[in-house]
């Protein structure tokens, strides 16, 4: 990596980096707070860096971050201040009715530029490159304070972007914009962004801002259409930047996340009362960035992330704005080889044996995806998810319950451990009829193993019914499990993408065709693009058919056998430490 990149690269490895530090501690805590560093931006102007044995390098790094979160809170009031002026416009008792409402978008336009750009600031300060003017000799020079590798270091801000990315754009925004699409490239993974939007809104704001005072009438520039247009652009850039600092910290100690979620609930609601003379327009927002880890930090993770759209209606003109969903993105070529498993499992079946619909196969593979790590360490292999006909799956999860402890999380019940409705009658909104809802408890255990830092406390008590009773409080500690698999890169696979279980008695013929199916179709391309460093195989019956295949692929694996399986209470306890302590050697 190039000496003058921030560093680290990843937010997961910035949230460890900040867990670290004894300024983010409660004795020292610093965060949020009022931080000067003049002495030390003095010192760096010179040419010194600091190093990170240097008593000030870790009072930097909450200087940064607490930029971030004041740039991001600025974004926030900036976007909240347009928006409550075109509601103001709703409103009979307006200050003076002469006004013209289609005149707005020259004041709103470019504050929706300067809070997108805020939103830019935000992300790039919390990633590790801080604009900072300093004044020097009375004369205000532009510098980035940049967190790299091995230093801290201050440099002018148009000669770090010269190094780094060969030349300087004119003019600060155009310098923004060019750092973080730059710093993306160069392999900063920093939330992916339509750069070609915001690029739009600075266009405009110039435009707006200027152009127009060239010219001796309001063309082009009348019709609220104008801001609804690039008001999603905004909204994303925001809800990106507090995404991310909320794999830091959460809440967010100015709690701008708190107004901006009561905001964007908001937004759909905001219509003008006169008629805008403009054409229909369509505008789809709905390509975002991929999905990122749950909070570092808090029990609970507010993930939000814009995967589907609602319509904004301005009159006669409709807006797509992003709406707010905890919901996986399913790698099209993952879809494409499980429906072509599916067809050949279906072609193989017995007439008297039952398989889960396609539907319902891809609704189990959606929640897996959810807790899929970024970096895989260790690789759970199990057996398959317990089969689930249509009349169970037409049942859901509480919203009123599940939402208020992981919001917009998917409300679709499959007789998976990763639904948190499998196992839990209380959270459904209607009774199953037929088979149980026992769930998998033993899963849980495992779970629970995986994540546990010390093998004499796997932590049980916090996910079992007999001893949390409170459905909240489980739902909560399941939850905080299915966070720590995921930020430790702990994943369960099946080896087969329909349930083996549950339905009517299959033979060990069709078992073994069926996992060889989603072998070759499946599951063998994912451990190997996984490349996780170690195997668990849950069951013998799983070990046995697919050993050679695990054996050819040359990473380390162990069996375990199933929780379920006949054994001693001791011998049952002895495989749960196993998992404890091969997840605490490749975590």
Known sequence: MTPLLPSPPKIENIACMFNLNRYFAAKNNLVGQSISIDEHLKYMSKGKMIKPSHSAYDKI????????????????????????????????NRLCKKFDENFLPSSTIPTLHYSNISALLSLLSLFGVSSIAYRSKNKIRFYNLVRTTENLIFMERSRWLA????SAKNGWHRQVLQAYEGLSKKGIALPKLDLKKCG???????????????????????????????????????????RNLHQVIKPLPNRCDERFADLSKKLDNLTIGQQDNTNSCDHDISEMYAPQKPNFYQEISNELKFTKTKNLTCNNFVVKLPVLMWEASMDRRVEVNIEKAYELIKKDIPQSTEIDSLDIVKQVENYRQLWKPDEINVILLAESHVFTNGQDHKIGCASSILHEIIPNYPLCFVRFVYCLGYGEDELLTAKIKGRKNTGTPQYWKIFSSCVAENENDLGFHAILKTKTPSL????????KVLQKMRRQGV????????????????DQGFVERTMEICWWNHVASTISESN??????????????????????RIPFTTIPQPQARGAS????????KYQRICAEYC
């Open 472 to 479: 909240v409080q489980r739902l909560r500690n399941k939850v």
């Open 163 to 166: 190094n780094v990315f060969g």
């Open 532 to 553: 996780p460093k170690h195997i668990i195989i849950i069951g013998k019956g799983v070990g046995d058919i697919l050993y050679p295949k695990l054996r050819n692929l």
């Open 491 to 506: 994943w369960l696979l099946d080896a087969s993408i329909v349930g083996l279980y549950g339905s009517s008695k299959k």
């Open 570 to 577: 001791q011998w049952q306890l002895e495989n749960y430490k």
């Open 200 to 242: 739009k809104l600075l266009e405009e704001r110039n435009r707006f801002d200027y152009d127009i005072l060239g010219q001796t009438s309001m063309k082009g520039a009348y019709g609220t259409h104008h801001y609804f247009e690039l008001l999603p652009t905004t909204i994303s850039s925001i809800e990106a930047a507090i």
């Open 61 to 92: 790094n909450v200087y940064m971050l607490n930029r971030s979160m004041h740039q991001v809170n600025e974004a926030c009031n900036k976007l909240w201040s347009t928006a409550e002026l075109f509601h103001a416009m709703q409103s009979k």
